[in-house]
């Protein structure tokens, strides 16, 4: 299965502060920003982990739509799309195949 790896991380905060930047925030509060982000997408990702193990569907919507909201705040806009299609492809689909699917490929986005 998944793991929370380094390359992730690592692609989030580049991102993260690049765009926290633009918007005018000082270093330390840049990464104090990214470093609280970190942690609750490490767990909404240990979440998934465990809802796709289960294949639980209805706690794995509900998480993906709170990771996608904590990385458009990050200012990861492609990669909160890949997240937000979950919801919207089981609502259509209701296969949860094609629901972990989509997931996996979210969080190969997040990867970069």
Same mark, same amino acid.
């Given at each position: 299965? @998944?793991?929370?790896? !380094?390359?992730?991380? =690592?692609?989030?905060?580049?991102?993260?502060?690049?765009?926290? =930047?633009?918007? *005018?925030?000082?270093?330390?509060?840049?990464?104090?920003?990214?470093?609280?982000?970190?942690?609750?997408?490490?767990?909404? $990702?240990?979440?998934?982990?465990?809802?796709?193990?289960?294949?639980?569907?209805?706690? $794995?919507?509900?998480?993906?739509?709170?990771?996608? *909201?904590?990385?458009?705040? @990050? *200012?990861?806009?492609?990669?909160?799309?890949?997240?937000?299609?979950?919801?919207?492809?089981? !609502?259509?689909?209701?296969?949860?195949?094609?629901?972990? !699917?989509?997931?996996?490929?979210?969080?190969?986005? $997040?990867? *970069?």
């Amino acid at each position: 299965m @998944m793991q929370i790896n !380094e390359e992730i991380i =690592e692609n989030i905060k580049k991102k993260a502060y690049k765009h926290l =930047e633009n918007f *005018g925030f000082e270093n330390d509060d840049i990464k104090e920003l990214i470093e609280d982000g970190i942690i609750s997408i490490k767990s909404k $990702l240990f979440l998934i982990e465990k809802a796709l193990k289960e294949k639980n569907a209805d706690t $794995l919507i509900k998480i993906t739509h709170a990771l996608k *909201g904590i990385l458009l705040n @990050m *200012g990861m806009e492609e990669e909160a799309e890949e997240f937000r299609k979950v919801k919207r492809l089981y !609502e259509n689909n209701n296969n949860f195949e094609k629901l972990e !699917e989509q997931v996996k490929k979210a969080i190969n986005k $997040l990867k *970069g």
